[in-house]
């Protein structure tokens, strides 16, 4: 089954600094993989997600990630940050034998003003 | 369209006590999940269900219990609280199989439980 790794637990950058989350995944057959966002005290939101196609794909608030096959990654950046996107960020992939999403531990990012 | 719905969003629990936590979607979907999420972990899958009358396992099922009697709800039952469930509980919901690709899972708010 596939899963996904981030290795970053907790990342402070200034506003306006650029962003760059790691995330591996295991490679088990057809390709899903996402990225969900939790700003503090809500639930999760789904910024991108990539299928198949174009390996750059654009989320919603400026986000985007890259699909590398040859590195098995899928990193989420973004050019400038603002402090409103302080939360944590999940990198998921799909896990066919329960027909779920899979959830890497996250990584908090904290954006300084 | 108010999407996943849980209630209640925060719950303070005694040992041994039992609470259901409720989840609702009015999105038509047929897949449901309740996940918890704990500190560094990311988030296991408790249970899951692929349509009204049918529900299965997770990752992390022991002490909990689901049922899903409708399309819509898919409630939650701790039958004895332990501290080891604290936790925050996310219900998600998806129209389909994920594996079949462009679908993706819509998440509630979540339940902040403590037991203590």
């Known amino acids: 089954a596939q899963s996904v790794s981030q290795h970053n637990h907790h990342v402070i950058l200034s506003e306006a600094a650029s962003l760059e989350l790691g995330c591996n995944y295991s490679?088990?057959?057809?390709?899903?993989l996402f990225w969900y966002v939790q700003y503090p005290g809500q639930h999760l939101q789904l910024l991108l997600k990539?299928?198949?196609?174009?390996?750059l794909v654009k989320g919603i608030k400026g986000f985007e990630a890259e699909f590398i096959k040859s590195k098995f990654s899928f990193n989420l950046r973004k050019p400038s940050v603002q402090w409103s996107d302080t939360a944590e960020y999940f990198c998921?992939?799909?896990?066919?034998?329960?027909?779920?999403?899979?959830f890497g531990t996250g990584t908090k990012l904290q954006v300084i003003p | 369209n108010a999407g996943v719905t849980q209630t209640p969003k925060f719950r303070i629990l005694k040992i041994g006590q039992s609470m259901t936590l409720q989840c609702a979607q009015d999105?038509?979907?047929?897949?449901m999940y309740w996940y918890r999420q704990d500190p560094g972990m990311g988030l296991k899958l408790i249970y899951y269900s692929v349509g009204a009358g049918i529900t299965d396992k997770g990752e992390v099922p022991n002490g909990y219990n689901v049922s899903r009697s409708t399309t819509e709800d898919f409630p939650l039952r701790l039958e004895l609280a332990a501290p080891s469930q604290t936790s925050v509980y996310f219900c998600?919901?998806?129209?389909?199989?994920?594996?079949?690709?462009?679908?993706?899972?819509?998440f509630g708010q979540g339940t902040r439980l403590t037991v203590v």
């Open positions: 990539y299928f198949s196609g174009d390996p």
């Open positions: 490679y088990g057959g057809t390709v899903n």
């Open positions: 999105m038509n979907h047929n897949y």
């Open positions: 998600a919901s998806s129209l389909g199989r994920l594996s079949l690709g462009n679908t993706e899972a819509f």
């Open positions: 998921a992939t799909f896990s066919g034998g329960y027909q779920k999403v899979t």
